[in-house]
């Protein structure tokens, strides 16, 4: 991620005044610290005081500030503010905690900031489509106009040879029909253009026939022609009609012709008639009326009256319009004169007093937002033109980017984006509040060289239609769902930084978004932190300063919060990786998941930025992946893997110690061939083996019983070793929890937590009070085991904790859980594949999703309440008891929380209905075994000093003998030791004590021995050898010097003799 995109979010103005007035004082003072940060009230001028607190007087270059000299100084510079704003502006500087910023950090920071601004207009605006449709219809020639009826929600598409084609609101062809006039025949209809008469339920059709002709949709056949206007002068190619909608009769009909005439038909009764009938017509009579332009000019028609203007100097007018915003008429033409022409209407005038705008080359068509009170048009030099209506001198703005002549614009009235198309066929939404394009779509469209093309969007539905011709395509705007989500894609991971009290979560799109914890704003969000490579976990180092990151790509990132890559870790050795856990150490970094053994990296090698794994001491123990791990303080570290395997081993040594399993049958899958050792692994797990019964899944060897997704030390429970009791929990296959006690190797209880469950994952508070299990519907409990499992005994409790919570907080699997302390209160965040991290306390109480348009506040949460189940019946009858005093007693002021029966056989698979699950499933079934062979309960260190001799287990010995110089000291030593005085004990010296000689043979093995005098012998042939290389240069020299003095013979008489010692 050379280039984050860092996205930030602050409140609005309206935001903080929708809130209510009892609201507290503090959340509003803490959402105006945010809308006010001192970065966003900075000018140009500020910036430049700013640099000069880096470069002081008689200095050359910048200097790096501590935190109180930049406090002193900005509060000093800028002469505003308060010194709390500034510290909290240093510390968002400083991320690495270096404790000082220089002038470099100040403008990164800065831009980053504006940058992001900008970015998150993009991301905010930028509308989600569905994939492109072509409607099928029964167009012959180019479609001409595209009209949606808002009474009857159908839509009306008709084409030039009159082919009029009907959709339902599902844009499902109903009907094609013709439209015709009596005054040309069919081989030499053209249709021109159509409208929509919506306050009278007519549609108007024009003809190059120059005429118009108005259906009724209300007749009893319907687009029966009800008038027919006819004797216009030249042809009509452009139509607009408008109506008041506070009052239906009032209404315009604009149309332009070929001759560079704007015309318009002002009705003051259209809700009563259009036109007045002959007396002689009656309203039974189906029967078209026919009226002439002339009689409509000279005004023989009481309820309509017409206006016009011929500014466009005879030349094509592409499109009119009727704006009663501005109540004036809108044309435009292909020309460099009077491009764009705005007609007023005076009193007592029936011509139009213009205005016009002037643009090179011309304009194909234009649209007008009332709300900004600005004229787009689309002009065939390849540009957008921005007018203000009241301002002919230049244009508000100009939208660049169009490769090709602009044929077509329309703007969105409530998104406020403008819509363009060019001749290209590249499609360009515009946001006009920055005046910046935020989406291009191209590519997609049908492939033609010479096409006419109509832009139509219905706002409504979120609909854009565009023609190629006869071919009708439909680009439609994803509706916005109703719930709440925090991504865009699913979330993968979450983590609460205790350090900015900031949540950090990421999702399968390689996206990495920052919350505040205390509202749920969005405060940052990365893009593209592995491209386009879907990120699977994250972890914080030990300070919270660094952000890991992995992803299926096999590499692991490490971040600074203001988006740096430091480092990037090859886990997967240049090959895709399933990295499922990141575990930060002292003096090393873990990273587990894809393969049976640990990829580690060790700290004093992140001297560049590339670091390549270091090799891990001890041997690959595991049969099969490694899933998860935990680390207990000082060294011991417990790994799970995928066939429900634990294995403890020494972090220092990196060597296993021992290994257990819940089922004696998966331990013994793979059997050695030495006969002895399968004997004494039957003797090491044959307590387990007697003590697994109630969950093994019997006849059905189902391979996700035993997986091992989540493993945790409650490290809130001290004097395990001593007093007994668990130590280790861990979950996973079959919703199944499990308890053990590391020390003795003992499983001590095993519960369903969610019955059917496929797999769960959970995680423990810091105290080890609480255990928090999510299963892939959505399900979250909270279970009570502050009093569970605190001594150790032979008897497995299959009876489960006390549940304090069971909520269900999202509708897909549950990928991520978290806990966090804020304000005093426990709290838990969960991600889910629903795009959602939501905010719960651990009484169940959900506090919100992160993303909601309302901010919260964490309040008070109401204490947790402790529910007993009953106990389930036993599945087996076997050896399985539940001892007394593991049963919790119930609290008497717990108010009981009932759970939702659900019906196991209406419970959808999440293995087979699922693309994730299928593809998982497929993945492990397909996954060729790895032959091993297995390894004893106790496990031989691997590497060392002795590893190559032959090492068995020592015998257990009950009763320890006592040595031969207890048993008989007569032998060893002279007599009885005479007391000696208090002040001064004399001892006897060895040699008077010690009888028989001191024999190293008799004290190290016979293999020790040997290996040391092999040793030795090697070494005196190389000294050997060397003593001769030396004697030959000596000679040599010699030879060279024939007259030496007394004195350089002395020397060389005592090198000689150093050499040999």
């Given at each position: ?39 966003n009230r900075l000018s140009v001028k500020d910036i430049m005081k700013i640099q000069k607190v880096f470069m002081p007087p008689n200095f050359k270059e910048f200097v790096p500030v501590n935190r109180k000299n930049f406090i002193d ?989």
């Open positions: 991620m050379s280039s984050p995109l860092l996205v930030e979010y602050k409140n609005t103005e309206n935001e903080l005044e929708s809130r209510s007035l009892d609201s507290n004082s503090d959340q509003m003072e803490t959402a105006k610290k945010v809308l006010e940060q001192v970065e100084s900005m509060f000093t510079a800028l002469g505003c503010g308060v010194e709390e704003e500034y510290g909290d502006l240093f510390d968002r500087i400083d991320v690495t905690q270096d404790g000082f910023v220089d002038w470099d950090k100040v403008t990164t920071f800065m831009l980053l900031e504006h940058y992001e601004k900008e970015e998150r207009v993009k991301s905010s605006l930028v509308p989600q489509w569905k994939d492109i449709k072509f409607l099928p219809s029964h167009h012959k020639e180019p479609i001409q106009s595209i009209v949606y009826l808002k009474n009857s929600h159908r839509y009306l598409s008709l084409s030039k040879e009159g082919w009029l084609n009907v959709w339902d609101e599902n844009l499902k062809l109903q009907q094609t029909l013709r439209v015709a006039t009596d005054s040309v025949r069919l081989r030499d209809l053209w249709v021109t253009s159509m409208i929509s008469l919506a306050n009278v339920n007519k549609v108007a059709v024009a003809f190059t026939s120059k005429e118009i002709c108005f259906y009724d949709l209300n007749s009893k056949e319907e687009f029966s022609c009800q008038y027919k206007l006819h004797g216009l002068f030249n042809t009509l190619i452009c139509m607009h009609y408008w109506y008041n909608p506070e009052d239906g009769n009032e209404a315009v009909l604009t149309f332009g012709n070929v001759c560079g005439e704007v015309n318009a038909i002002c009705f003051t009764t259209a809700l009563i008639s259009l036109f007045e009938r002959p007396t002689s017509s009656t309203d039974e009579q189906e029967t078209t009326v026919a009226i002439t332009w002339q009689e409509l000019v000279k005004g023989n028609h009481k309820c309509c009256f017409t206006l016009r203007h011929k500014e466009h100097n005879k030349e094509w007018v592409r499109q009119v319009s009727y704006c009663s915003n501005l109540e004036a008429f809108i044309s435009c033409t292909t020309t460099n004169l009077n491009t764009i022409v705005l007609g007023w209407k005076e009193k007592g005038t029936t011509t139009l007093k213009t205005t016009s705008f002037h643009i090179s080359e011309g304009v194909n068509a234009f649209d007008y937002h009332p709300g900004l009170n600005l004229i787009a048009s689309a002009a065939i030099d390849h540009r957008v033109y921005l007018w203000n209506p009241y301002v002919m001198s230049k244009p508000s703005g100009v939208l660049r980017g169009h490769l090709a002549s602009v044929i077509a614009v329309q703007f969105s009235i409530t998104r406020r984006q403008l819509f363009s198309f060019s001749k290209d066929k590249v499609l360009r939404i515009w946001d006009m509040h920055h005046q910046l394009c935020v989406q291009r779509i191209a590519g997609i469209f049908p492939k033609c060289l010479e096409f006419q093309t109509i832009l139509y969007f219905n706002e409504t539905y979120g609909q854009l239609f565009t023609t190629f011709n006869n071919q009708l395509t439909l680009l439609e705007m994803k509706q916005e769902t109703v719930s709440v989500t925090s991504h865009e894609k699913p979330v993968t991971c979450v983590l609460y930084n205790s350090l900015f009290k900031q949540v950090i979560s990421s999702d399968i799109g390689s996206t990495v978004t920052v919350w505040m914890i205390e509202t749920g704003q969005k405060i940052k969000q990365f893009s593209g932190c592995h491209g386009n490579s879907e990120i699977t976990t994250m972890a914080l180092n030990a300070t919270e300063t660094r952000l890991f990151t992995a992803s299926i790509d096999g590499t692991v990132k490490i971040w600074d919060f203001n988006g740096h890559c430091h480092h990037k870790l090859n886990a997967g050795r240049d090959q895709a990786a399933d990295i499922s856990q990141i575990l930060i150490l002292k003096r090393s970094v873990l990273v587990l998941g894809w393969e049976r053994i640990i990829t580690v990296f060790r700290m004093d090698s992140f001297t560049e930025f590339f670091v390549e794994p270091s090799e891990w001491k001890g041997k690959p123990q595991h049969q099969n992946d490694i899933l998860c791990a935990a680390f207990l303080p000082p060294q011991t570290l417990v790994t799970g893997s995928y066939d429900g395997e634990i294995i403890v081993w020494n972090n220092n040594s990196e060597n296993a110690s021992c290994r257990f399993h819940p089922c004696v049958k998966r331990a013994l899958q793979s059997k050695s061939d030495n006969q002895l050792q399968v004997h004494r692994v039957m003797e090491n797990v044959s307590t387990i083996s007697t003590r697994y019964q109630l969950f093994n899944p019997g006849s059905e060897d189902n391979e996700y019983s035993y997986v091992v997704t989540r493993i945790f030390f409650l490290e809130g429970r001290k004097n395990v070793s001593t007093m007994g009791g668990a130590n280790l929990v861990a979950c996973g296959g079959s919703g199944i929890v499990r308890f053990w006690d590391t020390f003795k190797s003992l499983l001590l209880a095993e519960f369903e937590a969610h019955a059917d469950a496929v797999s769960i994952i959970m995680t423990v508070d810091k105290k080890s009070d609480y255990l928090i299990t999510g299963d892939v519907n959505g399900c979250i409990k909270v279970w009570n085991i502050q009093e569970y499992c605190l001594c150790s005994s032979d008897i497995v409790i299959t009876q489960h904790p006390p549940i304090v919570a069971a909520i269900q907080p999202h509708t897909d699997c549950i990928s991520h859980l978290e806990t966090c302390v804020q304000d005093d209160h426990l709290l838990i965040l969960s991600a889910s594949a629903d795009c959602s991290i939501v905010l719960s306390d651990i009484s169940g109480s959900v506090i919100g999703v992160f993303g909601q348009d309302e901010h919260w506040r964490i309040g008070a949460c109401s204490p947790p309440s402790v529910i007993k189940s009953l106990p389930k019946e036993e599945k087996t009858v076997g050896q399985k008891h539940i001892r007394n005093e593991e049963c919790l007693a119930i609290s008497k002021h717990s108010i009981p929380i009932t759970e939702e029966n659900i019906d196991p056989d209406n419970r959808v698979n999440i293995w087979k209905s699922t693309v994730l699950g299928k593809k998982f499933r497929e993945s492990r079934i397909q996954r060729r075994p790895r032959a091993q062979l297995y390894t004893w309960n106790k496990i031989q260190n691997p590497i060392g000093t002795f590893s190559s001799l032959h090492m068995e287990d020592l015998e257990k010995i009950i009763d320890v003998p006592k040595p031969d110089f207890l048993q008989n000291p007569h032998k060893y030593f002279d007599g009885k030791i005479e007391e000696a005085d208090n002040e001064k004990l004399i001892f006897p010296t060895l040699s008077e004590t010690l009888k028989a000689a001191f024999d190293e043979k008799s004290l190290f093995p016979k293999e020790i021995l040997d290996r040391e005098h092999k040793t030795k012998l090697l070494h005196e042939q190389n000294l050997n050898v060397r003593k001769t290389v030396i004697n030959r240069k000596a000679l040599r020299l010699k030879s060279r010097l024939p007259q030496e003095t007394a004195a350089e013979i002395r020397l060389g008489k005592k090198i000689d003799i150093s050499i040999q010692k």
